[in-house]
């Protein structure tokens, strides 16, 4: 193995999350190494968190998220609480501003050991998301499956919290729909040029919802954060929740989203370290540790 970096293996409400520092290096983790680490049980992931060396003063870190087919993402909230964890754990600083490709985010972690990560404000506008054609009003647009007399699907919410996102609303469990049909033909659909976030959502009250997921280049998840929040913003704003949400994703457990009179989203949950080791950033060839978790908690 050549120049290892050190990584963890990490989830956020079971969102697998591997946090890769680069810092001090002028590695990148390639796509090969990226997809050669998803093929693997062991090291099978939704997102490395890869922390580089910061950009802009002021901020602590650039991190690069790498989705499992090799691709980049702008945002994971999931991703970015471990992050937080495992940065907080080894410095002991607690409040964070890390920049990404979609800009700059705070996060810190709170006494009670919960994460919470501002993701910013979400985005409306068409070609902000972006969309390939002009819909006037996002909050419902013209997109469905299934027969054209009876949809499956149909009538998504849409926005952006730093990666695009379609959020179909339903009146039934969300795990009576086939999404691992209907999520990779919605992800590319030509709607979506940057490609998509699919997901389903059922409002349970005006303060909860349950949300499921096929995120674009992951495929199906246990969670995803960025989603969570285009849902709790998109209920909030067709009316069908108010701008508090609990959301409970597949893994069982539940991120609480806040918008903001400011227009921010604040994602609030928690982050869990699995197991530590090295890699080949360029290869995925990995080394794994046999330290206990206790000296991560």
Not at 166 to 180: G, R
Not at 185 to 196: G, K
Not at 242 to 266: K, Q, S
């Amino acid at each position: 193995m050549t120049h290892p970096i050190p990584f963890a293996r990490m989830n956020g409400l079971g969102n697998e999350i591997l946090v890769a520092d680069l810092r001090g290096t002028a590695a990148r983790i390639e796509p090969e190494a990226a997809r050669a680490l998803a093929g693997r049980d062991e090291t099978h992931f939704d997102q490395i968190m890869a922390i580089h060396d910061p950009v802009t003063p002021g901020t602590f870190a650039y991190v690069r998220i790498i989705n499992a087919d090799g691709s980049e993402a702008g945002a994971c909230g999931n991703g970015t609480r471990c992050v937080v964890q495992a940065l907080a754990a080894e410095t002991g600083v607690h409040d964070f501003v890390f920049e990404t490709r979609a800009g700059l985010l705070e996060a810190f972690e709170r006494e009670d050991g919960l994460l919470t990560v501002d993701m910013g404000r979400p985005r409306f506008d068409w070609r902000d998301i972006p969309l390939s054609e002009e819909f006037a009003d996002t909050r419902a647009i013209e997109l469905q499956i299934g027969p054209i007399d009876a949809p499956v699907l149909h009538s998504p919410s849409v926005a952006s919290m730093g990666n695009p996102h379609a959020i179909f609303w339903v009146a039934d469990d969300v795990w009576s729909y086939a999404l691992d049909r209907f999520g990779p033909i919605l992800e590319n659909h030509p709607l979506f040029p940057d490609r998509a976030n699919i997901s389903i959502a059922r409002v349970t009250s005006r303060k909860a919802l349950d949300l499921r997921t096929w995120e674009r280049g992951a495929g199906l998840t246990k969670a995803c954060g960025s989603a969570a929040c285009a849902a709790a913003v998109s209920a909030a704003r067709t009316g069908r929740t108010g701008r508090i949400v609990a959301v409970t994703v597949p893994a069982g457990g539940e991120l609480l989203i806040e918008w903001r009179g400011d227009d921010h989203v604040l994602m609030t949950g928690p982050a869990e370290w699995e197991w530590s080791g090295t890699l080949d950033p360029a290869t995925g060839a990995y080394r794994r540790d046999e330290a206990p978790a206790e000296a991560h908690a």
